[in-house]
Each structure stands twice: as structure tokens, then as C-alpha cells.
């Protein structure tokens, strides 16, 4: 099983970026999915998560700007991002449960993002 995050990149404050994490390799089942993001020297931290149900649930400091959604046809999970700010620069990784054998934790690779004053 291999995560795939993309979208990131350069982008000025009160701009957007959508990420996505994509999915691939052989399971059943994708379970709870959430974006985090890390600044160096800092611990990662949650930004926002979605279930199998498509409840979701943000981080206070992106509540009303960013938005997570999944496409579970096409094994996909998307982190909608508006209003950025540049305390939202960071590395952004996803990360999933996935059913194989037996329920696994899962982490993309990460994805940079960059909002420019």
C-alpha cells in the first residue's frame, strides 16, 4: 500500500491549494483518513480528518478555511485550502487506515506547501 500526496507548492496568503492523497496497491478497505502538517522543529500536528462515514473534523486553526473530502471510488482523500496564511507553511503528509490482512497505519510521503507574505 503506497500514499501518494500532491498539490502542494508557492502560493500568496488569501490564496488556495487543493491536496490530494491518493491510494494504490491491494486492500480492502480504506478507513479513517487525516491530513497533518509539520514545521521544522515543531511536532506534527492534526489538521483535519475524515471517516469512512465522511464525518470530518478540523484543527481550530483552519476551521472555516480549509475542507477534507474523499472520493472513495477512486481511493482519494482531498484537503481543501483557503485563506491560506503563511503560519499554514508547512509540510503536509496524509495518513490512513487501511485493511489488508488486518488494520494498518499508513503515511504519505509529505507534500510542502509555501504561503508567501
Known amino acids: 500500500v503506497q500514499l501518494q500526496a500532491s498539490g502542494g507548492g508557492l502560493v500568496q496568503a488569501g490564496g488556495s491549494l487543493t491536496l490530494s492523497c491518493a491510494a494504490s496497491?491491494?486492500?480492502?478497505?480504506?478507513?479513517?483518513v487525516a491530513w497533518y502538517r509539520q514545521v521544522p522543529g515543531k511536532q506534527r500536528e492534526l489538521v483535519a480528518r475524515?471517516?469512512?462515514?465522511?464525518?470530518?473534523g478540523n484543527a481550530d486553526s483552519v476551521k472555516g478555511r480549509f475542507a477534507i473530502s474523499r472520493d472513495n471510488a477512486r481511493n482519494t482523500v482531498f484537503l481543501q485550502m483557503n485563506s491560506l496564511k503563511p503560519e499554514d507553511t508547512a509540510v503536509y503528509y496524509c495518513?490512513?487506515?487501511?485493511?489488508?490482512?488486518?488494520?494498518?497505519?499508513?503515511w504519505g510521503p509529505g507534500t510542502l506547501v509555501t504561503v508567501s507574505s
Open positions: 475524515v471517516t469512512t462515514g465522511r464525518s470530518t
Open positions: 496497491g491491494s486492500f480492502f478497505s480504506i478507513g479513517a
Open positions: 495518513n490512513a487506515a487501511v485493511l489488508t490482512a488486518r488494520w494498518n497505519d499508513y
